[in-house]
């Protein structure tokens, strides 16, 4: 075979074909995309000619560019195309760009410190965790990277959300440099608040990720979502509505839909509180919405867990872990606006 044959094999093409049900559907256009490099050859229109296909043993190779860039935003790379360089040969990555390709970055998961600036910075840069960005508290405009957009930092932990478990593979991690909560008498939790400094570097920084990996609202996630049983973090002090509402950032109910659920909530609350059959289904809501909870019919730990870390992002206003008609029309409300696909 010749060496320096740019090959596919059409026969692998073609089957590649039939694989496109895992395609994402891509109509996102950054507003200002790095500039491509070029096809050497234009896409195929019926005024240029076909391309140049040899035979080879009975299989025909495309020996011209075959791409067409404009059908695979996936492949603007933003500067960070990291590729093979082996010695004596040369790879080339503008001919043949594959339509079948997304990006690994599913998630945003959002987390406090629970430290001030200089600790937080030494935990995530020499101890066993880290994150991808590290928002600081000092009120200048830098916002620190500790890890490779492209390579797993180790934010997450054990964690799922739908049907994806160990999120670190696929997400994001933003810390947040804040002191996190202590408990007061009675044993409720008190939070640090999150100055406004540094709300709008993180609106601006999930912003930037959010629109360049394409995340959907319903994987822009609290560390609390996604290990409901371990975290609390960012708490119930992170203005998540404030996040939606000015910068379209994440999830949040429509009032509306919520009032609707709640006249009904209320008389299912007053009648209904412990029957196992009630239980699962606001268990299932829960499982449905994406939580990692078990099917008990009990209010158990885990569930309360869960509860909690709903009420921390959707009803920061009371986040004791008892579920309520309010909490439950906000669910119900939440499941309807952002249904399981
Ligand atoms: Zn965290």
Redesign the pocket.
């Known amino acids: 075979m010749r060496k320096t044959l740019y090959i596919i094999g059409l026969s692998v093409f073609v089957f590649s074909c039939t694989s496109q049900q895992n395609v994402k559907k891509n109509t996102y256009k950054p507003k200002n995309p790095v500039a491509q490099p070029k096809p050497a050859v234009k896409p195929q229109t019926p005024e240029t000619p076909k391309p140049q296909i040899t035979n080879d043993h009975g299989v025909e190779f495309f020996t011209t560019n075959i791409a067409d860039a404009t059908k695979n935003d996936n492949t603007a790379s933003y500067g960070s195309i990291v590729s093979a360089k082996p010695i004596g040969y040369k790879v080339v990555k503008t001919y043949f760009p594959a339509i079948a390709q997304n990006f690994r970055q599913k998630y945003l998961?959002?987390?406090?410190?629970a430290l001030p600036d200089d600790k937080s910075i030494t935990v995530l840069t020499q101890q066993s965790v880290s994150a991808h960005y590290l928002v600081n508290n000092t009120g200048d405009n830098e916002i620190y990277q500790l890890v490779d957009e492209n390579k797993r930092s180790y934010?997450?932990?054990v964690s799922s959300w739908r049907s994806d478990k160990n999120l670190n593979d696929t997400s994001i991690?933003i810390?947040i440099v804040n002191t996190g909560y202590a408990s007061d008498s009675t044993g409720k939790k008190i939070f640090a608040p999150f100055s406004d400094d540094q709300v709008k570097k993180v609106a601006a920084l999930a912003k930037d990720i959010i629109i360049r990996y394409q995340i959907p609202a319903t994987n822009v996630l609290a560390?609390?979502d996604i290990?409901p049983t371990r975290?609390q973090?960012?708490g119930p002090m992170f203005p998540w509505k404030k996040l939606y509402d000015q910068y379209q950032i994440g999830m949040w109910y429509d009032e509306t839909s919520k009032q609707n659920f709640f006249n009904t909530a209320q008389s299912d609350f007053a009648v209904r509180y412990s029957d196992a059959s009630f239980i699962f289904l606001i268990q299932t809501a829960f499982q449905k919405f994406g939580y990692g909870l078990e099917l008990s019919g009990k209010w158990d730990d885990t569930t309360k867990k869960t509860i909690e870390a709903f009420q921390y992002h959707f009803r920061p206003q009371n986040y004791d872990g008892i579920m309520d008609a309010e909490t439950w029309a906000i669910l119900q409300s939440l499941n309807q606006k952002y249904p399981t696909k």
């Open positions: 998961i959002l987390h406090y410190t934010h997450a932990g991690g810390e560390h609390s290990a975290k973090d960012p």
